[in-house]
């Protein structure tokens, strides 16, 4: 039987893919952020800056919003986990997007940006492929496969983008709710 090393999850601990289905809400993503922002501001103490800005007029998301406060917690631990000096900067947005080739379908994109030390191609990559590893493997990239799986359960998409030396951009790629 393997048991966890320091750092590691046990996999009775994460939840499953169809608990993100349950307890599903219609709400703002900013107000995630909103609700986060003490516990993020804790987190990072006096180590890093954290800038945020939300266009007040994005739409709606139907998300679980225990798993988006997971999500967004998980993201602002990675990008400050990144961060090597003392100026360090995590930057929060939301902001309400339309695809170009698809404009009938909007979306919400949550993005935590960092200024840390960011990651060559080649490690992206091998991010990527952890992404889709099964949910029982352990190790480096655990929490951003949680995040993965909670955003597809959600019908989103995860984009990483990252350079050595200039830091990490995440975006999460929500579909807006339905108008009603």
Known sequence: MHHPRNGEQNPSMIPETPGYTRARRLLSLSSVVRDALPVMRAAVANTAALRVA??????????????????????????????RQPDGVIEIGVAGMTSSDCPVHPF?????????????????????QRLLEPADSYGAGLGLRIVHRAIRAHGGRLQ?????????????????????
């Open 108 to 128: 919400v994109r949550l993005t935590v940006a960092d200024n840390g030390i960011g990651m060559d191609s080649a490690t992206v990559d091998n991010l990527r």
């Open 54 to 83: 939300m266009d007040a007029h994005a739409p709606l998301v139907e998300v679980n919003p225990v798993a988006m406060h997971r999500v967004l917690m998980k993201l602002v631990q990675n990008a400050f986990q990144a961060i």
């Open 160 to 180: 990483i983008d990252s350079h050595p030396g200039h830091g990490t951009t995440v975006h999460i790629d929500l579909p807006a709710a339905p108008q009603r």
